[in-house]
């Protein structure tokens, strides 16, 4: 067997290798290693590809992130609702910016922001709401954006997982993940579902205004040259990640498709098994692209389990081990744990299991029957 990783790049690479090479060598002779032809035919391919009108790329998803929130023209004191059971990066610019996170708890079966707590969580300051479509499952965008246009507020979409991921929506009709609200950030980090061989970012939008503002703040805020118009960043995509990712953005719904293979084989193996509850689908089978396959063990045995399958060379994942309101950069006096009841319990549940492009049959059996062996002991 080969050996299980949590993410296999190499794997991944080996298959597109001539044709990296290949890109590399046309940037090495072209030498336009920032922005340049590379990072715009990426741009209009990725545009392509979402169904998009404005694809903005940018140097990681943090900075997306943070670069949505200025083109928004949010100010310090603004309040921004998003999850506690998320990554940093998401509550982390909201900080940075001086706008006022406010945390709220997620749904247990889908572990995406709980749209009763969003109701109860507007105030006359709210100005955002940023849903984070966790390990790769859409939110539920119908209840978000029917909230968002009720209350005036400006949705942000936390992508970062779900790249490729189709919303269905409640009429049938179908949009990709991140190209739904005001605005949609995405990383290319490595080992996301569009990962790049570095850092790398994009921001999407609909709204030609907002990204023309955006294009601007992501080059110092310059709309003519040396004309600073606004406060912006440097935040710019290298030409060499552009080339990778053109070689795999025709491959990205084949690379989702087999993260759903192996979820499902996951899933067929470990239902019913004592202390498991394996993911839950919203919606159809299109909305979900398994950055992550997380089990909830509801027995008390996660932490034995990490430890047992560590034991077993196989690799897993505790995301996230500790809430957003309970990380010391991100208490608040407002904050009152009966809220956050869901993260509480999720954050001592979950296990990710490794997930990526290159699993094969005898690894997931490997795999689920070393999980069956250490739950039915
Ligand atoms: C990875 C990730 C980010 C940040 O992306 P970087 O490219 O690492 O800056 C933001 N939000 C979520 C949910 C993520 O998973």
Same mark, same amino acid.
């Given at each position: 067997?080969?050996?299980?990783?949590?993410?296999?790049?190499?794997?991944?690479?080996?298959?597109?290798?001539?044709?990296?090479?290949?890109?590399?060598?046309?940037?090495?002779?072209?030498?336009?290693?920032?922005?340049?032809?590379?990072?715009?035919?990426?741009?209009?391919?990725?545009?392509?590809?979402?169904?998009?009108?404005?694809?903005?790329?940018?140097?990681?998803? %943090?900075? @997306?992130?943070?670069?949505?929130?200025?083109?928004?023209?949010?100010?310090?004191? +603004?309040? &921004?609702?998003? #999850?506690?059971?998320?990554?940093?990066?998401?509550?982390?610019?909201?900080?940075?910016?001086?706008?006022?996170?406010v945390l709220i708890d997620v749904d247990v079966e889908?572990?995406?922001?709980?749209?009763?707590?969003?109701?109860?969580?507007?105030?006359?300051? %709210?100005? @955002?709401?940023?849903?984070?479509?966790?390990?790769?499952?859409?939110?539920?965008? +119908?209840? &978000?954006?029917? #909230?968002?246009?009720?209350?005036?507020?400006?949705?942000?979409?936390?992508n970062a997982q779900a790249i490729g991921a189709d919303y269905t929506w409640a009429d049938g009709t179908k949009q990709k993940a991140g190209t739904i609200g005001h605005v949609g950030a995405t990383s290319f980090f490595p080992s996301k579902n569009l990962g790049c061989y570095g850092d790398g970012g994009a921001i999407f939008t609909n709204d030609d205004d907002l990204a023309y503002t955006i294009r601007g703040i992501v080059n110092h805020g310059m709309y003519e040259r040396y004309h600073h118009d606004v406060v912006g960043v440097n935040s710019r995509l290298d030409a060499l990640q552009a080339a990778v990712l053109r070689a795999k953005l025709p491959n990205l719904d084949a690379y989702n498709n087999s993260r759903k293979a192996?979820?499902?084989?996951?899933?067929?193996?470990?239902?019913?098994?004592?202390?498991?509850?394996?993911?839950?689908?919203?919606?159809?089978?299109?909305?979900?692209?398994?950055?992550?396959?997380?089990?909830?063990?509801?027995?008390?045995k996660r932490d034995g389990l990490v430890k047992f399958l560590g034991e077993h060379q196989i690799p897993c994942g505790v995301y996230y081990p500790i809430p957003l309101h309970s990380q010391k950069a991100y208490t608040d006096a407002r904050y009152n744990e009966a809220d956050f009841t869901v993260t509480n319990q999720l954050s001592k549940e979950v296990i990710s299991l490794p997930m990526h492009t290159e699993l094969d049959d005898e690894q997931i059996t490997?795999?689920?029957?070393?999980?069956?062996?250490?739950?039915n002991a």
């Open positions: 067997m080969k050996k299980i990783q949590m993410v296999d790049l190499k794997g991944q690479y080996e298959k597109i290798k001539d044709q990296i090479t290949t890109s590399f060598d046309e940037v090495l002779s072209n030498t336009a290693f920032v922005n340049g032809p590379q990072v715009h035919a990426f741009q209009k391919e990725l545009e392509e590809y979402l169904n998009v009108k404005h694809v903005i790329p940018c140097a990681n998803g %943090t900075d @997306a992130l943070q670069i949505a929130m200025m083109g928004l023209g949010l100010k310090p004191g +603004d309040e &921004v609702i998003t #999850v506690d059971f998320t990554f940093a990066a998401t509550v982390e610019v909201v900080a940075l910016l001086q706008l006022t996170p889908t572990f995406n922001i709980d749209i009763e707590a969003l109701k109860k969580a507007i105030t006359p300051k %709210t100005k @955002a709401i940023v849903p984070v479509h966790l390990f790769g499952q859409v939110a539920n965008m +119908d209840a &978000v954006m029917e #909230v968002a246009k009720a209350h005036d507020l400006f949705v942000i979409e936390d192996s979820a499902a084989k996951y899933t067929a193996a470990l239902e019913g098994v004592d202390g498991v509850v394996t993911p839950v689908q919203y919606g159809d089978e299109s909305s979900h692209v398994y950055h992550q396959y997380t089990l909830r063990i509801t027995n008390g490997f795999i689920t029957d070393k999980i069956k062996e250490f739950l």
